[in-house]
């Protein structure tokens, strides 16, 4: 009777372990970080910093993945991030817009935001850039000289922010570009091949031949170390206060400890000595904010560019 009952209880306590023993320990496949612009940019070089330290800290692949969304920005990039399964393999690394912006393009996978942060850690140096062979060399210059000439704009989506506040500069300083077109990549050749008069970017994607462009104004809440004598947009207009940023995204229903497990390997990159050297060589601003404080920068974003949405509007 008694050897029975033990056996009994042996084969109960077997059975209710098996759960518990199937359900494997995040993470035990590859994870991929998925930026949705072409390689090369800050967002992508940090992201691959991140992936490293992942794949060191949890003995699994981790790599970037680059899905570009083809000159329209990056939002068919982030929608399929928003339909993989939400377990934490599969982790956007996001700028401003597709939280902000990505619910109104009309992607289904985007609207009703799907994802929630990890956590931000980035802010870019993006500047106003024309070939120094232009006949202006600041905003003003350029406000004048578009009076009587056409100025065509080159961006990286005409919904992302960055575009939709040099736009507003435009319309408050009473001028405007003759055509604006979007493009995959911003860069030197950009310029020298004339496909667009004055350029929207990444300071980092003309950094290569800055003696042969002008600045002629920065995006964001303050100036860039690197370009010291250029003002921003903000202290031009100060209407127009808005910055790009960048973060880790995943979807809503990824468990909590998996976000956690993400969020320390991140944090732990961008305090490194590696990080920083970045930030002092292109003039990014790294940092990390946690979800909290990533979410309520997304609402002041939010209701930022709702203003400049009904300001081009009129």
């Not at 024309?130 to 406000?143: H, I």
Request: net charge negative.
């Amino acid at each position: 009777m008694t050897s029975t009952v033990l056996k009994a209880g042996a084969v109960a306590l077997t059975a209710a372990a098996l759960p518990f023993a199937a359900q494997a320990e995040y993470p035990e496949q590859p994870v991929e970080f998925v930026v949705p612009f072409p390689p090369g940019d800050l967002e992508d070089i940090y992201t691959r910093l991140i992936a490293e330290e992942f794949q060191e800290t949890y003995g699994v692949p981790a790599a970037v993945v680059n899905k570009p969304g083809g000159g329209g920005g990056p939002f068919p990039g982030a929608a399929e991030v928003a339909k993989a399964d939400p377990d934490g393999y599969t982790v956007g690394s996001f700028v401003i817009d597709i939280p902000v912006v990505g619910p109104l393009v009309g992607i289904p996978a985007l609207d009703p935001n799907p994802f929630e942060p990890i956590g931000s850690f980035l802010t870019y140096p993006f500047v106003i850039a024309s070939s120094a062979s232009q006949p202006y060399s600041d905003m003003e210059g350029l406000a004048e000289y578009a009076q009587d000439n056409p100025v065509a704009l080159g961006h990286f989506g005409s919904f992302l922010i960055p575009t939709q506040v040099t736009l507003a500069h435009a319309k408050l300083n009473d001028f405007a570009y003759d055509s604006d077109t979007a493009f995959d990549a911003l860069d030197c050749n950009t310029l020298a091949s004339g496909d667009a008069d004055v350029i929207n970017t990444n300071l980092q994607s003309v950094l290569p031949c800055i003696d042969e462009v002008n600045i002629l104004a920065t995006i964001g809440d303050s100036r860039i170390p690197l370009t010291p004598d250029v003002p921003t947009i903000k202290e031009l207009t100060p209407e127009l206060s808005a910055s790009l940023w960048n973060g880790l995204f995943v979807h809503k229903d990824t468990p909590a400890d998996v976000r956690e497990k993400i969020a320390e390997v991140a944090k732990t990159v961008i305090e490194s000595e590696k990080a920083q050297e970045i930030a002092d060589e292109t003039g990014a601003v790294i940092y990390w904010r946690g979800p909290e404080a990533t979410v309520a920068q997304i609402e002041a974003d939010a209701k930022t560019l709702a203003e400049i949405e009904a300001l081009l509007a009129e």
